[in-house]
């Protein structure tokens, strides 16, 4: 086997694919019409759905066009629905910890679901708003019950939101083809092979979870800008 055709170099090759950014592009596109659909059309209170296919876009074609289809659905929003541009920050976090537990193999076992919700519904609503608070120059007393209430408030409506989101992920998981172009092509997606056989995880991981040098310059350098 040749350098080049080794499944790590396929891979980390497939996230500089023009397959992969047209996967991308079109999970951009549904990812905002839902939002405008659901702020227009089918309002929630606070409930905005902005997230579902950024998660599935990390967890299928890496962080990179995870990251890209986030970021850009923030500030699509924040210069449309005019809500603040910092929320484009957020989704980074959104996408390293899904990333994060797809890559360990966490979504084999169903516990990881649940811990997914409640960690983005902390990311989006305890530390997003904390964070959007300090940069908009919102006086924060940590002493008044307001302000954890609301952030109480901010919280319990993401538990909704991320529960519809990640409830998208797991379905998109169960009747993801087992193909094995589909299986084989994308960094992550042998994690997705029926049936699953936790015994084989780490040597399957060992084997194509490796990245590329290129792949992680390309990334640290995206997120120090997008940070900038």
Known sequence: MTKKSHP??????AVFSPITWVIALVLLILNVSLGFVVEY???????HLLDVFTVIAACWLGVIPGLFVGMATSIIFGLVVNTTIYYAFIPGFIVVIAVSLMRKGFFRKWWSYPMLIFLLAFVWGFFGQFFVCLLNAVPISLKKPSFWIGILHSFLWDLLDKTITVGALFLFFVFYPQNDKFIDTFPYTYLLKKPWKENDLETERAFYTKTSIKNKIIGITIASYAVL
Request: proline share 8%; hydrophobic share 60%; no cysteine.
């Open 8 to 13: 790590i170099y396929a891979k980390a090759a």
């Open 41 to 47: 059309f089918l309002p929630l209170g606070e409930v």
